[in-house]
């Protein structure tokens, strides 16, 4: 599933920031997805996760309680609103148009887009 994500951009610690990811709608409706993110230097992990119907949701614990996954089935479009948003929090993100939870892990099948990088200042 080839998705594309925009929204990122440069703000002050605890601003806010809604990314958004755009998948085929062909596929977009049977596929649970997730965001992810990698900061430089460090492995990409898994922020946050929704099911296909967008009832569970799954966060990181870094970011619990200050990010929310949302989807759009009609609109083919998925959402991270990110807010309080701290240094650590730097990263490039990327969605996944095809996370899969088994085993007791999140995995990525579907392709990656470019990403798009945030960046939270001091």
């Known amino acids: 599933v080839q998705v594309s994500e925009f929204g990122g951009g440069l703000v002050p610690a605890g601003g806010s920031l809604r990314l958004s990811c755009a998948a085929p709608?062909?596929?977009?409706?049977?596929?649970?997805m997730g965001w992810y993110r990698q900061a430089p230097e460090k492995e990409r992990e898994l922020v946050a996760y929704?099911?296909?119907?967008?009832?569970?949701?799954y966060y990181s614990d870094s970011v619990k309680g200050r990010f929310t996954i949302s989807r759009d089935n009609v609109k083919s479009m998925m959402y991270l609103q990110m807010n309080n948003l701290k240094p650590e929090d730097t990263a490039v993100y990327y969605c996944?148009?095809?996370?899969?939870?088994?085993?007791?892990?999140?995995?990525?099948?579907?392709?990656w887009g470019q990403g798009t990088t945030v960046t939270v200042s001091e």
């Open positions: 929704i099911s296909t119907d967008g009832v569970v949701t």
């Open positions: 996944n148009g095809d996370t899969r939870y088994y085993r007791g892990g999140y995995h990525a099948w579907g392709s």
């Open positions: 709608a062909n596929t977009f409706s049977v596929n649970a």
